[in-house]
């Protein structure tokens, strides 16, 4: 009982250290800033309404990215699921000037990686994690977040070869 | 280009959106009193009429409440609230708490006299956040002859509905939170005796305007408890009964106290106050003259 308010404390001291990286990810996975609000404040609400279930196995930092990657994942197949909003984000995104072909080719070669590829390169990228919290985040072992990580650059310099020729 | 550089590119940067602790409380359930819930605007005339309504409707029930009790008890004096949110509070109702620490707080007792002209008397004293009910509150537990300076130690228990104050007018110290002090408790320090000791003490706090339609609640009560209380049951007219566990008052004040905490729709007048120990015994069952 006595645990669970300094929980919460500790909760906002994370959320406001890693709002900004919630928020790209949040970005990368979703395209639209207003979504990724949403599922960024959504996840941390869950988080906070569950934080007496945080037994603290791993840090409180890990359980809150889970928690938060959760929600993003949610919202995202969600808005999949939705035939008319499945593109609108990629297209969305911007001030109306046309992208350049080779970003949207980018775009489109991030999304057909395999999901838990991209949340690995993800976390990587936009959170700025190393792979041991990635690990504890996507719960997989640190020896397939490199894999995965390799994998995945992997087919994205493919596509970036292709881009410069 | 680089992968990295590619791959950065592809999000636009967020720009001016700052993390919303509040909002995201909001989400989680949260309804403490600086989140207050904004009924959806209403156009004036119809505003005004309902405002009306409630008026009469208030002028009644009162006249007949305050008519009914002072019948019934012609010496008391009945406070009679509305509540008019459509939020009920659970019977018995478990706090979920932090941990006792010093902190700084601010404006305690009158203006300190310096070379710099007046300013708040700032002290460091043991406080504890909690929830309960949903709710979130602070509270302050010292003993101090400040507001007796001839007489000994009083224990204080300041009560901050919402949790730690905003700063102090002129400091940037959370203001100290208003409280009671000289209770009658069996065990516990007092500048002053009493005739007739109690097991428990209590204050009751209203925070925020009332208005001619009622608040929103919850209305607060709270204090301290000797040290073989564990549970305060809080009775109301009606024979329906709100139960509290006590828990434990900061050791570092060499005193041993338990503290209760309650929130209460505004509409629940308490009526008797029954302290019990660790084996249900009731200890007392304390009438008030004025129902809270």
Known sequence: VEDADSTLATLEQVYRTQFKAFLNTAMAYLGDSEAALDAVQEGVAIAIRQRRSFRGEGTLEAWLWRIVVNSIRTQYRERARRPSSVDVPDEEVGDGVPEPESRDEVRAAVRRLPERQRLILFLRFYADMDYATIAEVAEVREGTVGASLNAAQATLRSLFEEVRS | ?292
């Open chain 2, 1 to 292: 280009v680089s992968e990295q550089a590619l791959l950065l590119e592809l999000v636009e940067p967020v720009e001016g959106v700052e993390p919303d602790w509040d909002d995201a409380l909001r989400r989680a359930g949260f309804r403490a009193r600086h989140f207050p819930r904004r009924p959806p605007a209403e156009r004036p005339h119809r505003r005004t009429v309902r405002r009306l309504l409630v008026l009469a409707v208030l002028l009644l029930a009162t006249a007949l409440t305050i008519s009914a009790l002072a019948a019934d008890r012609p010496h008391s004096v009945v406070y009679w609230l509305f509540d008019r949110s459509p939020e009920t509070y659970p019977q018995l109702q478990v706090p979920t708490l932090g941990r006792w620490h010093d902190e700084q707080r601010a404006g305690f007792g009158p203006l300190v006299k310096t070379d710099h002209g007046l300013e708040p008397r700032i002290m460091t004293v043991p406080v504890l956040e909690g929830e309960v009910a949903g709710h979130r509150f602070e509270m302050e537990t010292f003993l101090t002859n400040l507001l007796n300076p001839n007489r000994p130690p009083d224990l204080v228990v300041g009560f901050n509905p919402g949790g730690p104050a905003k700063p102090y007018y002129g400091t940037d110290i959370p203001a100290a939170a208003g409280g009671g002090f000289g209770f009658p408790v069996y065990g516990l320090p007092r500048a002053f005796p009493e005739r007739h000791l109690h097991w428990v003490g209590w204050s009751l706090l209203v925070p925020g305007p009332i208005e001619s339609g009622g608040g929103t609640g919850p209305k607060w009560l709270s204090g301290p408890a000797a040290s073989n209380v564990r549970r305060v049951d809080l009775v109301s007219g009606d024979g329906s009964v709100v139960s509290v566990p006590t828990f434990p008052g900061p050791s570092s004040i060499g005193v041993s106290v338990r503290l209760w905490v309650a929130a209460l729709r505004l509409d629940r007048l308490v009526q008797t106050i029954v302290p019990r120990d660790a084996n249900g015994k009731a200890l007392e069952h304390w009438h008030l003259d004025i129902a809270q």
